[in-house]
């Protein structure tokens, strides 16, 4: 069983619609909540960072974490085109981050 | 500002070259790393500098060496590699590796290496 499980889609949603996202963890260790963007053939962009279980907002960008659960949660709202990307959950325990397989999305105009 | 700039943004070499790729960053990070990514994959941890000294190697093959000058910088020296070596190189910075702080990784834009 991997540490981190994110379903890699694809995911592909008209403009303007919510994209929801969300991973599940097996080591409840885990201090820290990372959301990365990656656009194709650039580095992981940071988008979202939390420690604590709720929610977290960002402009369009909500996390929301679970501990209790093992589970977290990326939604963008009026999605847009340029929201095109991957995005890869991160779980951070000192020094390392347990990445999960990252999920591609594509937002139609 | 949490900018970390790599370079070359591309490189190509064919496996008996010697190279070198660099990292750099002012945000006054402790903590520098080097992962590789390949396609459709996430980021494979390799190294972790912490304080500039090497902490952590994920038994990575010695065609890699890695080099931390000082602090703002960090290079990976690459000799006699593989094709199966061609990858997405992303370093990454971080402000405490102890853990005091508590700060994330930002991550360069990376090198993309094509072993031919």
């Known amino acids: 069983q991997k540490e981190v499980e994110q379903d890699p889609g694809p995911l592909s949603v008209p403009e303007g619609a919510i994209v929801s996202l969300n991973c599940t963890y097996s080591?409840?260790?885990?201090?820290?909540f990372m959301w990365y963007r990656q656009y194709s053939r650039k580095g992981p962009e940071l988008l979202m960072y939390?420690?604590?279980?709720g929610n977290k907002e960002d402009g369009r960008f909500t996390a929301q974490v679970d501990k209790s659960s093992k589970y977290i949660s990326l939604f963008i709202r009026d999605s847009q085109p340029s929201d095109s990307a991957t995005y890869l959950c991160?779980?951070?325990?000192?020094?390392?981050?347990?990445f999960g397989a990252g999920t591609t999305v594509t937002v139609r105009a | 500002d949490t900018e970390v700039t790599q370079t070359p943004k591309h490189l190509v070499m064919g496996m008996t070259n010697k190279k070198s790729l660099k990292c750099e960053q002012h945000m006054g990070h402790r903590a520098m790393y080097w992962y590789k990514q390949k396609a459709k994959k996430p980021p494979e941890l390799m190294f972790v500098y912490s304080y500039e000294k090497l902490s952590i190697n994920e038994s990575v093959p010695s065609r890699f060496s890695p080099e931390c000058p000082n602090s703002s910088l960090l290079n990976l020296h690459l000799h006699a590699l593989q094709p199966e070596d061609s990858a997405l190189y992303l370093c990454?910075?971080?402000?405490?590796?102890?853990?005091?702080?508590?700060?994330?990784?930002?991550f360069g834009p990376g090198t993309r290496l094509l072993v031919l």
């Open positions: 990454a910075s971080s402000q405490d590796p102890s853990g005091e702080y508590q700060e994330t990784q930002y």
């Open positions: 080591n409840s260790a885990f201090q820290y």
């Open positions: 991160a779980m951070q325990l000192d020094y390392k981050l347990s």
């Open positions: 939390t420690y604590s279980s």
